[in-house]
């Protein structure tokens, strides 16, 4: 399978935990990468691998993974989180590249 | 620090070809372990795998475009670029550039990884007469 599935919206009171997920097949062998996009700019690398980190990403921001469902998780939720949140892995056959249609976190 | 930008025309005619170009600076493309990719997404939707190249020359397309996408690359220049032949509106969009990293299997899980960084800052390419 080439599809993965995350939920269209999540929202989460400002200093609380949300928990963003993104389903598929290929999960079960392959670590998501998680990107954050904010209105008008490109997305930006948060969680990659098992659960790194690029420079300069706060450690608020972890990832996790069970089964054929990733999980990006933010601890303690700021304003400046409220973005889109894509999910990337590879479809099953290893050779293609595939983006959940996005999340998008609203911090209430 | 890798950085990487988007040029090309802004406006493209139906039935023509999209033509983008990609130079990376702050580091080589020719250095190997990298697959500089080409990204979409059109307005107010998610993000679209194009296809990526490797230094090498070797290229892998989205099926689902494959027929009209040809990315290519230029170690001189340290660019790479994308050509999307017989476009149609659906083909407006803004267009990434990215470097795509696949890392080593996780020895204990067994899983594999990859991720896109850095990005370019986009193009908006509009497809109209």
Sequence with gaps: SSELTQDPAVSVALGQTVRITCQGDSLRSYYASWYQQKPGQA????IYGKNNRPSGI????????SGNTASLTITGAQAEDEA????????????????????????? | QVQLQESGPGLVKPSQTLSLT???????????????SWIRQHPGKG??????????????????????????VDTSKN???LKLSSVTAADT???????????????????FTGWFDPWGQGTLVTVSS
């Design chain 2, 22 to 36: 990609c130079t990376v600076s702050g580091g080589s493309i020719s250095s190997g372990g990298y697959y500089w």
């Design chain 1, 58 to 65: 706060p450690d608020r921001f972890s990832g996790s993974s």
């Design chain 1, 84 to 108: 889109d949140y894509y999910c990337n892995s590879r479809d099953s056959s290893g050779n293609q590249e595939v983006f959940g249609g996005g999340t998008k976190l609203t911090v209430l």
């Design chain 1, 43 to 46: 997305p930006v690398l948060v």
């Design chain 2, 93 to 111: 969009a803004v267009y990434y550039c990215a470097r795509l990293t696949r890392g080593d299997r996780d020895f204990w899980s067994g899983y």
């Design chain 2, 47 to 72: 993000l679209e795998w194009i296809g990526y190249i490797y230094y090498s020359g070797s290229t892998y397309y989205n099926p689902s475009l494959k027929s009209l996408v040809t990315i290519s």
């Design chain 2, 79 to 81: 660019q790479f670029s």
